[in-house]
């Protein structure tokens, strides 16, 4: 009952994000994705710090490096789906961006299968396979590669995969996933103010705000989507996804 109020919760966030990033659209998408690197980790810290948990991330710097290589590879994915997302606000292509939504449980159920040995009975393929038949006659009906969708749909699948595979908590490791990816965020936001290009410090108010927001709905959002995929076989998820694209049309 708790997994599925956390992964609605999750999916709800997600289905709005588009009316967030319309309010940036005027700001480079990179820009836009660096500022959410950094805001949602000064947040998960700051959550970390009231939680008294800032010791679990030493210990994985430390002591796990399989973990921190997972970490790694999940922030990697992770910072290709926000991109792509971003980039597709801002480009007038939220509804190819929502069209990953029908896409993405599909993946998980297909990663499932694959890397975790999950079974579906007769009824569930049956139901996979008619939300294929859906979706190809979407992407045909397309006239185009829907590229925006089908990469949206495999880097949050294999992300969710890999997070699954680290079994730690969602806030922990949102946090070193950002910690990594820091670096590369800060640096490029150093770069543009250098050049006197920076939204933040250079720009109005009105987008400043956005850009702290959606950083800590990002925090929110991922945290309450992780604790799902722990507990969740990926075939359990399989309707969240499209509710968020409802919210989207």
């Given amino acids: 009952m708790l997994g599925g109020i956390q992964a609605a919760m999750a999916f709800l966030i997600w289905g709005t994000f588009p009316l967030m990033f319309k309010q940036v659209e005027n700001i480079a998408a990179v820009e836009v994705l660096a500022h959410r690197i950094i805001w949602a980790l000064v947040f998960v810290m700051l959550l970390l710090t009231a939680q008294g948990r800032l010791s679990t991330i030493k210990a994985i710097f430390s002591d796990n490096r399989q973990t921190l290589y997972l970490l790694l ?50 009824v569930q393929w049956t139901a996979v396979a008619i939300a294929l038949a859906g979706v190809l006659v979407l992407i045909f009906s397309h006239g185009l590669v829907p590229w925006v969708a089908l990469t949206l749909a495999l880097t949050f699948g294999l992300y969710g995969l890999i997070r699954k595979q680290t079994q730690i908590g969602p806030v922990t490791g949102l946090a070193i996933e950002t910690l990594l990816l820091f670096p590369v965020a800060a640096g490029y936001i150093l770069f543009l103010l250098a050049y006197g290009d920076e939204s933040f410090v250079t720009g109005e108010s009105g987008p400043r705000v956005w850009l702290v927001f959606v950083g800590i709905m990002t925090t929110y959002r991922l945290c309450c989507l992780q604790p799902v995929h722990a507990r969740s076989g990926y075939q359990h998820l399989e309707s969240l996804p499209i509710s968020a694209r409802q919210y989207n049309f």
Avoid: Q, T
Avoid at 89 to 94: F, G, T, Y
Avoid at 115 to 121: H, I, N
């Fill in 73 to 122: 590879l999940s922030a990697l994915f992770v910072s290709v789906n926000w991109l792509v997302f971003i980039w597709a606000v801002a480009h007038e292509k939220v509804i190819e961006a929502s069209l990953g939504y029908f896409i993405n449980p599909l993946v998980n159920v297909l990663l499932g299968v694959i890397f975790l040995g999950e079974r579906l009975r007769l």
